[in-house]
């Protein structure tokens, strides 16, 4: 059987699309200087604040559907939970290795809950703290990879502003 062959699961596609989704989010990351990633374009969110955010909304996720506390340090929720407002200056947050290691961290936990995703799991309702979000457990896994997207737009949004040429394409 050749790979083009085979196939895949549900949940192993919906866990290819989260890993491609974060390698999108990392590349443009990567082309942004440390003091670059505090730059807002129009009132927006700026890279800091991204980074925190997508952290924070795989924690999120983890937490609801493992029922466990969250993983992620004293503090994050109230500087990238949705809603927050991100702040001008960059000493209000955590540096850009600490960020990383927190995406890093939460997107693992995120990702071996969803490794166990299999026959009637897959269609469990959400826990109500995510329900209005995803409704399923197979659409929270899809929705956190759409996240992804969706900020990898506004961090593309800043490298344009920036004068950068696009990193794909």
């Given amino acids: 059987m050749t790979t083009q062959q085979q196939t895949c699961s549900i949940t192993e596609l919906a866990i290819e699309q ?4 974060r390698n999108f989010v990392l590349a ?4 942004l200087a ?3 990633l505090h730059v807002r374009v129009g009132g927006g969110n700026h890279a800091l604040w991204v980074m925190g955010h997508l952290a924070f909304a795989d924690d999120l996720f983890a937490s609801a559907f493992l029922d466990e506390p969250g993983s992620l340090p004293e503090g994050h929720h109230e500087l990238f939970a949705f809603g927050t407002t991100p702040s001008d200056n960059p000493a209000d947050y955590p540096d850009r290795e600490e960020l990383l ?8 936990r995120f990702i071996n809950w969803a490794e166990t995703l299999a026959g009637d799991a897959l269609w469990e309702a959400s826990p109500e703290s995510v329900a209005p979000i995803a ?12 996240h992804d997207f969706f900020h990898n737009g506004q961090l593309a949004t800043i490298r344009s502003s920036l004068g950068m040429k696009p990193v794909f394409g």
């Fill in 34 to 36: 440390d003091d670059q």
């Fill in 28 to 31: 443009l990351l990567e082309t």
């Fill in 18 to 21: 989260l890993h491609q989704s």
């Fill in 135 to 146: 409704k399923n457990a197979i659409t929270a896994v899809h929705t956190l990879a759409h």
């Fill in 101 to 108: 290691d927190r995406m890093q961290t939460a997107r693992t």
